[in-house]
Antibody, heavy 116, light 110 residues
Framework: EVHLVESGGGLIQPGGSLRLSCTGS????????ISWVRQAPGKGLEWVSI???????HYADFVRGRFTMSRDNSKNTVYLQINNLRADDTAVYYC??????????WGQGTLVTVSS | QTVVTQEAAFSVSPGGTVTLTCGLN?????????PSWYQQTPGQAPRTLIY???TRSSGVPDRFSGSILGNKAALTITGAQADDESHYYC??????????FGGGTKLTVL
């Protein structure tokens, strides 16, 4: 069964940095395009970024160079590095394989709280 | 700026039929946007219902269907059940490796 686990969230001060992890089981992460989607408390879903099988990456406009995806094939894990965190980055961050323009399945997410 | 529009809230009676829509602030939605639909209950991760306009995800009951209606994507629930009470999100592929979610529709079954 395909399963993803996000981790790395927590409470971080504005201006800080964080690296989120998305670890897969039941499938090979490097054989899939993987997206990050976030959801601020009480708000809707927001697509953040994608890393393709070939390593190509794309980001939502609001990222403005602060977010970077990477992948460690040996750990079957995709990462999202977030720098210069702002209060409006507070959200649950989900990762999901992306194929046929479908995000599926979803992990349970990891909560990032940016606050002083 | 691209804005994907959804009804903020909708209600349906048990056993009834409801159609939720997904539009654009500028232009029409087509199959080239590969609309997909997700169901989310509070505290849970989203669940995929429909992708590529009208393909049901594995395990999704056939009372959920997707289509293009006029200039919008649509999710129709036929024979609504109490546990269909959720938030529903659509997402559109805007080209250039960018996806945009709608703001979501809160569906009440009463």
């Amino acid at each position: 069964e395909v399963h993803l686990v996000e981790s790395g969230g927590g409470l971080i001060q504005p201006g800080g940095s964080l690296r989120l992890s998305c670890t897969g089981s039941g499938f090979v992460v490097s054989n899939n395009h993987i997206s990050w989607v976030r959801q601020a408390p009480g708000k809707g879903l927001e697509w953040v970024s994608i890393i393709y099988i070939d390593g190509d990456q794309h980001y939502a406009d609001f990222v403005r160079g602060r977010f970077t995806m990477s992948r460690d094939n040996s750990k079957n894990t995709v990462y999202l590095q977030i720098n210069n965190l702002r209060a409006d980055d507070t959200a649950v961050y989900y990762c999901a394989p992306t194929a046929a323009h479908r995000f599926d399945p979803w992990g349970q997410g990891t909560l990032v709280t940016v606050s002083s | 700026q691209t804005v994907v529009t959804q009804e903020a809230a909708f209600s349906v009676s048990p056993g009834g039929t409801v159609t939720l829509t997904c539009g654009l602030n500028s232009g029409s939605v087509s199959t080239s946007h590969y609309p997909s639909w997700y169901q989310q209950t509070p505290g849970q991760a989203p669940r995929t219902l429909i992708y590529s306009t009208n393909t049901r995800s594995s395990g999704v009951p056939d009372r959920f269907s997707g289509s293009i209606l006029g200039n919008k994507a649509a999710l129709t629930i036929t024979g609504a059940q109490a546990d269909d009470e959720s938030h529903y999100y659509c997402v559109l592929y805007m080209g250039y490796y960018i996806w945009v979610f709608g703001g979501g529709t809160k569906l009440t079954v009463l």
